[in-house]
């Protein structure tokens, strides 16, 4: 899963399998969180959002779980393809004056043929 | 189609020298931000901006200063690059207000010698 720190969690999956990615947030008060992904060379790239008022909310091949009770969530790739191979953030956005997004360190997701 | 430009993928500059990096946005949006990607420390926010002529520092703000003359444009400024500089930098903008996710550039890849 993802956290905070200097590694690089990778994540490596058989494609046409399921990829679950994990991260774990530390506001109990964030009230939106969002899934990028991030190509070698790219910029980040938005891929589903969820507001704290939902605990699912699907896109195309894609789900976003969130627990707020335990403060995490998850991203869910079904039928993992090669181009899915990149890194996955999650961000949060807190709430407070100043509030933005706050991103975690990512993860890779390496699909293998 | 919409996006965030930054005017350079690759940056080769030496220690001591000024440079800039250019970001430009054609979403009307409000904010705009810089943030720089090293391996396992994930995105960290450098400034940011909510308006024309605004700027508020970020996480990291020592040795950069940003420039937000026009609306569309945010540029991000080393005063005297330093090996320590050399990074992957991003551009990103959202609309002003709560629960907004971020349009990111393609990034530059600045590498200070």
């Known amino acids: 899963g993802e956290s905070v720190g200097l590694h690089l969690p990778t994540l490596s999956v058989q494609e046409g399998d399921n990829s679950i990615i994990n991260c774990a947030y530390s506001?109990?008060?964030?009230?939106?969180f969002i899934w990028y992904k991030q190509e070698s060379g790219k910029g980040p790239q938005f891929i589903i959002d969820?507001?704290?008022?939902?605990d699912k909310r699907q896109g195309q091949r894609v789900t976003v779980l969130l627990n707020k009770t335990v403060k995490h969530l998850s991203l869910q790739i079904a039928a993992t393809q090669p181009g899915d191979s990149a890194v996955y953030f999650c961000?949060?956005?807190?709430?407070?004056?100043?509030?933005?997004?706050?991103f975690g360190t990512g993860t890779r997701l390496q699909v293998t043929l | 189609d919409v996006k965030v430009t930054q005017s350079s993928r690759y940056l080769v500059k030496r220690t001591g020298e000024k440079v800039f990096l250019e970001c430009v946005q054609d979403?009307?949006?409000?904010?705009m931000f810089w943030y720089r990607q090293d391996p396992g420390l994930g995105l960290r926010l450098i400034y940011f901006?909510?308006?024309?002529?605004?700027?508020e520092k970020g996480d990291i703000p020592e040795g950069y200063s940003v420039s937000r003359e026009k609306k569309e444009r945010f540029s991000l400024i080393l005063e005297s690059a330093s090996t320590n500089q050399t990074s992957m930098y991003l551009c990103?903008?959202?609309?002003?207000?709560?629960?907004?996710?971020?349009?990111f550039g393609s990034g530059t890849r600045l590498t200070v010698v």
């Open positions: 990103a903008s959202s609309l002003l207000g709560h629960l907004n996710g971020y349009t």
């Open positions: 506001n109990s008060a964030s009230d939106y």
């Open positions: 969820i507001r704290s008022n939902m």
């Open positions: 961000a949060e956005w807190g709430t407070g004056t100043a509030s933005k997004l706050t």
């Open positions: 979403m009307d949006h409000e904010n």
């Open positions: 901006s909510y308006d024309v002529k605004m700027k």
